[in-house]
């Protein structure tokens, strides 16, 4: 492309993802539904379905070490053995957040995403602002989703991209010792497993 | 038209459908609000939906979610149009217009329907999706890294 710019354009979705907006756009028109219904819908999936399996995995790592290291090994494999498929291919790296490394992904170019285990993208994941700005100022982005990392871990920034997803594996909040996977599953946020915030300790009771 | 509040029935939640793709979760969530708003009742959409699953196997090469959502959204444009809804034409046509107000919309800026758009110049989708590809060359260490400051500095 000479006369035109790549960032002039955006490549558009599969006709099939077209097709759906179609029908959409259509059925809106001809006052069959509601507009803003089904975004609605996608929104509850969104925020409860999708990253509840990445809280599934994050939960089995923390309390089985074996998994663990298949799951930091090779991430795709060790999904697989959970059920979780649906990957078109590309390959899944787990991420750890330990007390020297904290990790944070981002698709700098589009909204790569890992949405086997984590959903939909939150809106502000597809932004332009979050897209650029945190690979230049991780700390300051970072400090506006409320996190403070301090200065003696080191910030690292992965760009997902058609070939390779990222997850993190967050920390284990402390006084949680004992508690099932199902109780440690309820505590994982999508947040915590995109970078942009951690799980806090949690008080004992 | 419904005035139903868009709950999903817990049982989705539980053990719902798994989204490999964003638009999938759009065909699903679609699909329900038009049985909602009483276009179709979810018995007529299962039985349209089964007998597709029935005329259109998961091939070879398709993982199941890719074959799922392709009967999905072929049941789909089958039961639209047996209900008169909408013609195949116009889905046609709207496909078009979303696919050029894609791109005609600056990388990075969020998608405004349009109609009326030129068409896009020929080859000018591969060209981009070259320049997509390219540009996603294999990362796999980090983008960016900012270091601790270690004990003296």
Known sequence: MTAMGHDDHTLPPSSLALRIKAIETLMVEKGKIDPGAVTEIVDIFQNKLGPRIGAKVVARAWSDPAYKARLLADGTEALKELGIGGLQGEAMHILENTSEVHNVIVCTLCSCYPWTVLGLPPSWYKSAAYRSRIVIEPRAVLAEFGLQISDDREVRVYDSNAEIRYMVLPERPAGTDGWTEIQLEALVTRDSMIGVSALTAVAAG | ?153
């Not at chain 2, 509040?5 to 793709?21: C, N, R, Y």
């Not at chain 2, 597709?52 to 444009?77: G, H, K, S």
């Not at chain 2, 600056?106 to 109609?115: L, M, V």
């Open chain 2, 1 to 153: 038209m419904t005035t139903a509040e868009p709950t999903v029935d817990p049982k989705w939640l539980e053990d719902g459908p798994a989204f490999s793709e964003p638009w999938q979760a759009e065909a699903f969530a679609l699909t329900l609000q038009l049985s909602r708003a009483g276009n179709f009742s979810w018995s007529e959409w299962v039985d349209t939906f089964s007998a597709e699953i029935a005329a259109a196997p998961q091939a070879a090469d398709e993982d199941i979610n890719t074959a799922y959502y392709r009967q999905w959204m072929q049941a789909l444009e089958k039961i639209i149009a047996a209900r008169s809804l909408i013609s195949v034409t116009e889905v046609t046509d709207y496909e078009e217009h979303w696919r050029r107000s894609y791109f005609f919309t600056e990388h990075g800026k969020a998608i405004e329907f349009r109609k009326g758009l030129e068409p896009i110049p020929s080859g000018a989708l591969e060209d981009l999706e070259h320049d997509h590809s390219h540009d996603h060359d294999h990362h796999h260490g980090p983008v960016a890294i900012s270091p601790a400051r270690r004990v003296g500095q």
